[in-house]
Every structure is written in C-alpha cells, then in structure tokens.
C-alpha cells in the first residue's frame, strides 16, 4: 500500500509507481493531509465525490481545503481554499470543470476546478446543507438541510422550489432518482415521497413499512436503473422497496454484529444494465460489507476495527471506491482487486459440459434440477452423469432485464420446431433464447481484462470513419471491437469488423458483455474460414456460395458472368454486413432467429437464397453500380420467403457442394477463459504487424522529420517575415521622409504665401493704425474735453456739496443749539424736581410752560420739518418718561421716608438698649475696679510690713517677739488707714472713668447722626440717577 503526504504542496503525483493493489486490502493508495506546522497535525478530510467520468474525484478538508485527484492521470491539485469547512461536495454538473461545495455559514458556492475561480454563490439556507443530488442531465441540483430541501437552476444559480415541512417532522435525504424525472423525498416518519421535476406534481407515496420490522430510515441507496431502493437505520434489516410496483418485497437482515447502518450504496457494473446487484453496507462499527441483494451473501468487505471508514464513495463506473478513515485520510480502493478471489456469478441453468455426438444427442443427455436453493455448478461424473446443484429460484424476476436473465435448460429441437412453426422467438424471450442457444459462458473476468486493456490504437479515431450520432454506441462499439482486438491480433486489422459487429452492439448496448461473447461466437462458429485469405476477402467460402447458385440457378449465375460481377459482389457485402444493410430491424432480428437455430452453413445458405428471391430485379440489371447499390441497400423482399428458400436449399443441396460437410459443427465460448483463435495466416498477420509498427516508425520518424522541417520552416517563416517587417519599415521610413520632404516644401511655399500675405496685411495695419491713431486723437480730444467739463460739473457739485454742507451745519448748529437749550431745560427740570423733592414741592406748570415755549421756538428754527418733528417726539417720549421716573422716584422716596422712620425708632429703641447695658457694664466695671484696688492695698501693706520686719530684725535680732507682738498690735490701726485712702482713691477714679465714658458715647451719637445724613444722600443720589437713565435713552 502507498501512502501520500499531500503537506503544503498544491499539485504533484498521487504514486511515484504503479499501484499494484492487493486482493487482501485492495489499497491503490492512502491519502493523507498534514499541516507543516512547528507541532505538525493531520487536516481531516469531511467530504468526497466523483465526477461523471469516474476517473476524477474531489475531496475537502476541514480547513477548506478542497483537492482535485485524477486516478487517470496520477495527478492531484489544490483547486480551493475557501477557510471552513465543507459539509457537502458535487462534481457531476453539466460543466465538467465546475463543482459545488457546501460550507459551514449554510452557503453553497459553485468553483471552476481548472480556472480556480468563484462561478456563483447562492444562500437560502438556515441549517448546515449536508446532501447534494445533481439531475442527471446536469442542469438542476437539489440541497438538502435538516429543516428544508431547495431546488436550483444550474444554469442561471437560481433557486427555483423550496420544500417547506413541519418542525415535527425532519428531512432525512431529498435527491433524484437516476436516469428519470423523479425527485424522492425521505422523512424521518418513515415516509417517502416521489415528485415529478418538472411540475412537482406528487407521483406516488411509498406506503408505510410493516409493523414487525421496526426500522427509522436514516440511509438510502438507489440502483442506477432507479428500479429498486434499499434504506436502512438504527437497525441490522435492511429493506428493498421496489419503485415500479411501490410494495417492500424484500428484507434482508446484516449480521448481528451490525447493529446500525450509516451509509448505503450500490455497486454499479458495466454489464448489468443499471440493475444493481451488489450493495455496501457501512455499519457503525467502520466497516462496509458487500452483499449480493438477489443472494444475500457477503461478497467482499473494506476497512476494519482499527482502521475504521467513515463515509464512503463509489465511482459511476464501478472501479473505484474512495473512503474517508476515521483518522481522517482518505483510501482509494480498487474493486477490480477486491473482487478477483471471488466465486463468479451464478452460472446460468442450461449449460453445455461437454459435447455429445449427435447420436448420443437426446432428451435426456443433460440432467438438470431446479429447485429452491443455492445456486452450485454442474459437475460431469466419470459415468457422464450430470450432477445437479440447486438453485435459489429468482423471487424478482418481474423487476429484473431480460438481457440478465440466465438460460433455463431449453430443448434445441423443441426450439426448431418452434420457429419452423411461427418463423421467429417471441420478442419479450429472444435475447433469453439467444444465450441459450450460443451457450454464452459469461466470463466477467477475462471480459474486465480485456477492456481494462482500453481502447485499441486500431479504434482510436473510429469515430471520423464512422460518425455514429449516439456517443454512447460509439463508445460501446469502441469498446468491443478494441476488446476482440485484444483477444486477437487479427481484428485490429480487419476493416469490415465495424460493419459485423454494429448491429449486435446496437441491439446489446446495455450489456457489453454479452455483445461481445455474441460477436465472438458468431466470428469462430459462422465466420469459419474467412480469415484463411486475409487481408483478401474469403475466396474459399465464396466459392462455397457461387457453387451452391451454379446449381440451383445456373441462369442468374451466367448473368453475372456476363456482366462482369463477381461473388464480392453479389455474396459479401451481405457476409461482412450480416444483412443488416439490407434489411429492417425486425427483419434481421427474424433471420438471426434462424441463424442462431442451425448450423453455421445456414448463413451462406441464406446468401444463395436472397440472390435466387431476388433473380427478376437483378436480371433487369445491367450496370455495376446498379448492383452495387442493390446490394447495399434495402430492397422489396420478403424475409419469410427467403428464409423458406434457404430451408430448402438446406435440403437440396447435394452433398459434395453442401457448406455443411465444409464447416464444422457450433462449438461454444469456453468457460472462465476464452479460447485462442489463431485460424488465420499468423505470418501474414505477422508481416503486416511488422509493417505496420516500420510504417508507425517511418511514420514517427517522418512526423519528427516533419517537424523539424516545419520548426525550420517556421524559423525561416519567422526570420522571412521579420526581413519583410524590417523592409516595410525602411519602405515606410522612406516613404515617411519623402512624405515629410513634401510636406517640408508645402510648408515653405505656405510660409511664403503667409509672408505675403502677412506684408499685405501689415500694409493694412498700418493703414487701420493710422486710421486708429487719428481716431484715437480725435477721441483723446473729445476725451479731454469731457473731462474738462466733468471737472466743471465736479466743481459745481463740490459747491453746491459745501453749500448744502453749510446749510447743514447750520441746521446742525441749530440742532445743537435746540439741544441745548433742551439740556439747559432739563438741567433746570433735574434742579427744579431737586428743589421740589427737598422742599416737597412740584412746579408742574412752570416746566410745561418752558416746554411748550422751547417747542415753539424749535418749530421756527427748524428748516427741516420731519427732523423737528423726530426731535419733538422724541422729547415728548422722554418727557413722559421722565415723568413716569419721577412719580417712581417720588414713591420710592416717600417709601423711603418711611423705612428711615422705621430705622430711627429702631435706631432709637437700639440706642436704649445700649445705654441700659452700657450702665450695668459701667457697675460692674466699677466693682471690678473697687475689689481690685482693695486687693492692690492689701498686697502693698503686705510687703511694707514684711519690710519693716525684716529690717527691725537686722537691727534687734534678740528682740523680735516683743517687736512683733507690737507690731501687730499696731498692724491694727495702719490696715485702716490705708483702706480709708484707697477707698477715697477709687471714687475719684471712677468719677473719672464716668465722664471719660460719657464723652464717648456723646461722639457715637455725632457718628450714627452723621452715618443718617450720609445714608440719606445715598439714597437721594440714586433716585436722581434713576430719573437721568430714561432721560439718556431717550436721547
């Protein structure tokens, strides 16, 4: 098994040598994805998906990281990052380079893979979208999410229908059935539901599955025919429904250590036609089992405990398998691998084992019993007994191809009898009589091995010598004929193959391998001896036929003699056609019916038979294209009539001419192997190989040759055409230098020409600037004379400007005079209200007098009316106004008078007060005074005595206590004396302090007087300010 690192690279080889997988394993390689970080870790892959072709697939990371795998090619590349995680991916659009990944913020967006580039991104999601299903045709994709499924255009990136439902009921999977028209609908109630596309008109519900078999279906599967659905869950049964009958017929139950399914998907064949026989199981413990559905054994399994997978894909054309570890690599398996080691197919019921002589030939000869049970193979015993196996009768027979169905023991000559009686097979049981009769052996490993072998270089442009519209039978007409020229050498070189092989490839499109082994059966039992001659056509069989018309209708014979045609002419175009050029579908389908039915020799039999039926229009015929395009064209003939002639020509032919004593008897494809056909002319063969691989040879050697003469060539080209560039260039310099030489001389002649005319018209310049300049004069004149007389006019304005000025300053003088003679008037009304507020008396009338004259004479001073009329006005306001202050002031003062009076008794009682406090102070000052100077008298007679004592004792030491005795007895009488004084003393200062104290209070009362007067002019002073601020604003 190899391994490989993806790390920080974005392209590279996915093996570095061919991957040689094991049967055990069947590992082509394990892919794993590492960051190349300091501490490294492994990027789990999430998701993977094929694309249609099955060779390439697409892979996303958990980081966003989304990586193209070309198994084809062993190339990867890293085709987007998008930086969250994937939760879906698609790559089977209808552009093949695009592809859809659904991230983690519920968004789908649509990446070209080989351009890198974002194509669309569409939104309508609310959950993460974890299911993808494309239409077949590419051109509708349908997203499905837990709470809703929606329905995109491809084309146009629009949502068309969104699948709304019931939060009661979730969604499980919404997707196509393939090959059809059909939207299936999963629930998690058990119900399915199928929709036409179109319309999404509901076709049919699933009815609900039996009550014993208790089963959540999580997980679903479809085969490629969309015939048969398996679902699965929580569960180890496994349910098939079938969708054309709309019934549960089967339930197949997993080993008990299954105890939940987590994903289902068919294996898809190449040769069963879109019917699915085989089904992967992938349980919960990380292990995927494929079982046979018809039956029910267990084929082959992937992955283990330790190494468990956690999602799995199989590629369209079953060959790959890619899954998705729990570790988070990712393994590519090879089926091919897988299945190699293991039991063929059920082998069908009639089957030859041996050849018995036709006399041994009878009923009984080959003993067959069917019975229920397994299917086992026949085995010959040494006595020629057959020993039967039993075989599982087929419960789905109804639901199954009739091209898949295997042989069931069918008698030869019953079957002859049968068709002489109705002339051909029913339709609905040919293709099931044909394996039978050809005894098809249905090797499917030696039929994989030749066309993994792929296309032959022989087929390789088939297509341009036959351009088939249908690329799917171009495809499968490819692949069988490069399949028989890998069987033998001899079919790469045989040109009229195509034309054997097309109508069994056409008629066995859906199963390639039972074309095939038709088409080799036909070539060693019908074809004998054709390739004796090779590469000229087989002239011994030929001859077999113009024998067999010589002599049972010699005239036709001589006819063609005479007209030069031959029997490669007239016999094989019809062989190396097999008629199908000549005859309709049904018609062929009729004659092969017969064919298949008897000896190889029928088929030249039927040559002689369709010339003899077909005598009277080619006796009529005389040209050599007539009867070339008789030959290749259909024409009005009977099938059943030439069929009847070639019976009798079966029957009539004498024996020495007879094709039946010539070719051998049918002999089958043997089993498990096909044989070696070798009946040709090897050297011939060989030769031509030989020729063909020197011609190959001289051919690539010329095609190097050619293209080194072509690189030559084209260097010559390229240098010739850069000679021819660098001359144009130097052509069209010169022709640019002598185009510039003209226009250098057109230039100068232009110049010439604009000098004269250039001198013409400075000539009338300087005319008009003489023009001008008297003009100019005459206007500088007249200018001047303007401008004297503007000065004039200045000058008569300036006066009249100072005149008027004058007067103005006259009626301003007068102005000023009015106002202040109104000053003066107001001064004296300010003097006047002065007097009258300090006399208390108002002369009204005085100042309306003064007023009235001041008016007067203002009106007969006044030489502009309307500024007197102002000015009036304006005093008459400020008269008012100042009348209004007055009153106010007038109030405010009597207000005031009041509020003195108020603070004068007030004053007056507070002086009271003062003078009651300032008496008991001044008692109290003068007992403090009188105790003080008692204390003063005591403490001076104190220390005199002590004196005294103190100096008597210094004189007397030795008479002290007489001295003292006395001293006290006069201390009695001094004390007295002394109080007496003091006492007179202290009277004295206290008339003193009195006096002091009365003055004082008599210089308060001048101050609180002179504070009265002071506060009263205050208040005076305001209220003349108030009456002069309306009387400014006026003003």
Not at 213 to 239: C, E, M, P, Q
Not at 368 to 379: E, F, I, L, W
Request: net charge neutral; charged share 25%; aromatic share 8%.
């Amino acid at each position: 098994m190899q391994s490989t690192d993806l790390g920080n690279k974005e392209s590279g080889k996915l093996w570095h040598r061919k991957p040689s997988p094991a049967a055990r394993d069947g590992i082509i390689v394990n892919i794993i994805h590492s960051s190349s970080d300091y501490l490294p870790k492994v990027l789990r892959f999430l998701n993977v998906a094929f694309d249609s072709s099955g060779d390439c697939l697409i892979a996303g990371d958990h980081q966003g990281n989304i990586y193209v795998f070309d198994l084809y090619g062993n190339r990867f590349n890293l085709v987007q990052r998008t930086a969250q995680a994937c939760t879906a991916l698609a790559f089977n659009l209808r552009r093949k380079s695009e592809f859809l990944v659904a991230l983690a913020d519920y968004s789908i967006k649509c990446f070209d893979s080989v351009t890198k580039e974002l194509v669309s991104w569409m939104r309508g999601h609310e959950s993460s979208v974890f299911s993808i299903s494309v239409h077949a045709s590419g051109r509708y994709a349908i997203t499905t999410s837990s709470d809703t499924a929606q329905l995109w255009d491809l084309d146009t990136f629009q949502r068309k229908r969104k699948l709304n439902i019931l939060q009661s009921v979730g969604i499980q999977k919404v997707f196509f059935l393939p090959l059809s028209n059909t939207i299936l609908s999963c629930f998690k109630d058990n119900s399915i539901f199928a929709w036409e596309c179109d319309t999404l008109s509901c076709k049919y519900q699933l009815p609900a599955p039996p009550e014993s078999s208790s089963v959540l279906y999580k997980v679903f599967a479809v085969t490629r025919d969309g015939r048969i659905l398996a679902a699965g869950g929580k569960s180890n049964h496994l349910h098939l429904w079938c969708l054309e009958a709309k019934q549960l017929f089967r339930i197949i139950q997993m080993p008990t250590k299954v105890r939940a399914i987590r994903h289902l998907e068919f294996l898809p064949d190449s040769f069963d036609a879109g019917s699915n026989q085989v089904l992967g199981v992938l349980s919960q413990d990380g292990i995927m089992r494929f079982v046979n559905i018809q039956t029910c054994k267990l084929l082959f399994e992937i992955g283990s405990l330790d190494e468990g997978i956690s999602s799995s894909v199989i590629s369209p054309h079953g060959r790959y398998i890619a899954s998705i570890m729990e570790n988070g690599s990712l393994n590519i398996y090879s089926v091919q691998a897988l299945t190699q080691e293991i039991n063929k197919p059920p082998p069908p019921l009639v089957k030859v084992i041996e050849d018995l002589p036709k006399s041994k030939l009878n009923s009984g000869g080959l003993k067959m019993k069917v019975t229920s049970g397994r299917v086992q193979r026949p085995a010959k015993s040494r006595e020629n007994k057959i020993q039967a196996r039993i075989l599982k009768q087929d419960l789905t027979g109804n639901f199954e191809n009739k091209e898949n169905e295997v042989s069931d023991g069918l008698n030869k000559k019953r079957l002859q009898i049968l068709l002489k009686g109705y002339g051909e097979y029913p339709t609905k049981y040919r293709m099931f009589i044909w394996r039978s009769l050809l005894q098809l052996p249905e090797n499917h490993t030696a039929f994989s091995s030749l066309v993994d072998k792929g296309v032959h270089v022989a087929f390789l442009n088939l297509q341009k010598k036959y351009p088939i519209k249908s690329r799917k039978l171009l495809r499968v007409l490819q692949r069988t004929l490069s399949a028989l020229a890998h069987w033998s050498a001899i079919f790469s070189d045989t040109p009229y193959l195509p034309l054997l092989a097309f109508p069994f490839v056409k008629l066995f499109q859906n199963n390639q391998l039972i074309c095939f082994e038709v088409v080799a059966t036909l070539i060693i039992n019908w074809c004998q001896h054709w390739f004796e001659y090779f590469p000229n056509p087989p002239i011994n069989i030929l001859s077999m036929i113009e024998n067999v018309l010589a002599f049972h209708d010699r005239e036709l014979l001589q006819h063609f003699i005479d007209h030069d045609i031959t029997s490669q002419l007239y016999a094989w175009p019809l062989l190396e056609t097999v008629f199908s050029e000549v005859l309709t579908r049904e018609e062929w389908l009729k004659l092969f019916d017969n064919i298949f039915s008897n000896h190889p020799s029928f088929l030249l039999m039927t040559v002689v038979a369709y010339n003899t039926c077909s005598r009277a229009p080619l006796l009529n015929c005389s040209l050599r294209d007539d009867f070339e395009y008789f030959f290749h064209h259909r024409n009005n003939l009977d099938i059943s009539v030439v069929i009847r002639e070639v019976y009798h020509l079966m029957d009539t032919t004498p024996t020495d001419i007879h094709p039946n004593g010539k070719l051998d008897a049918f002999v089958a494809l043997t089993k498990g192997q096909y044989p070696v056909f070798n009946q040709y002319p090897k050297f011939i063969v060989d030769y031509q190989t030989q020729e063909r691989e020197r011609i190959r040879n001289d051919e690539l050697d010329f095609l190097r040759e050619r293209q080194m003469v072509e690189d030559m060539q084209a260097e010559v080209d390229q240098q010739r055409v850069e000679d021819e560039a660098w001359y144009q260039k130097q052509e069209l310099l010169r022709k640019a230098e002598e185009t510039r030489r003209e226009m250098l001389l057109q230039e100068e002649e232009k110049m010439v020409q604009q000098r004269q005319r250039l001198a013409s018209v400075k000539r009338e310049l300087r005319a008009k600037e003489m023009h001008l300049q008297d003009a100019t004069r005459r206007r500088f004149l007249k200018l001047q004379q303007d401008q004297h007389e503007m000065e004039l006019r200045r000058l008569n304005d300036e006066i009249e400007r100072k005149n008027l000025i004058r007067n103005q300053e006259a009626v301003a003088k007068e102005m000023r005079e009015d106002a202040d003679t109104y000053r003066r008037k107001v001064d004296l009304e300010e003097h006047m209200f002065h007097k009258l507020i300090e006399a208390g008396q108002t002369q009204n009338q005085k100042t309306q007098k003064l007023i009235e004259e001041n008016l007067a004479e203002a009106e007969q001073a006044c030489l502009n009316a309307d500024w007197r009329i102002q000015a009036l006005h304006k005093q008459r306001c400020d008269d008012l106004q100042r009348n209004a202050c007055y009153q106010e002031v007038a109030k405010l003062l009597r207000e005031n008078r009041r509020k003195e009076t108020e603070v004068l008794n007030a004053m007056v009682g507070e002086g009271a007060k003062k003078w009651e406090e300032a008496k008991e102070k001044d008692f109290h000052l003068k007992s403090e005074k009188k105790a003080s100077a008692l204390s003063d008298a005591s403490r001076k007679w104190f220390l005199e005595k002590e004196l005294d004592d103190a100096l008597e004792h210094a004189e007397h030491p030795y008479n002290t206590v007489p001295r003292c005795q006395s001293g006290q007895a006069a201390s009695g009488y001094v004390p007295r004396t002394s109080q007496l004084k003091d006492s007179s003393e202290v009277d004295s200062s206290t008339h003193i302090s009195l006096n002091r104290r009365r003055v004082q209070w008599d210089t308060m009362e001048q101050d609180l007087m002179e504070r009265v007067r002071n506060l009263r002019q205050r208040l005076t002073a305001q209220a003349r300010n108030r009456c002069r601020t309306p009387h400014l604003l006026a003003t």
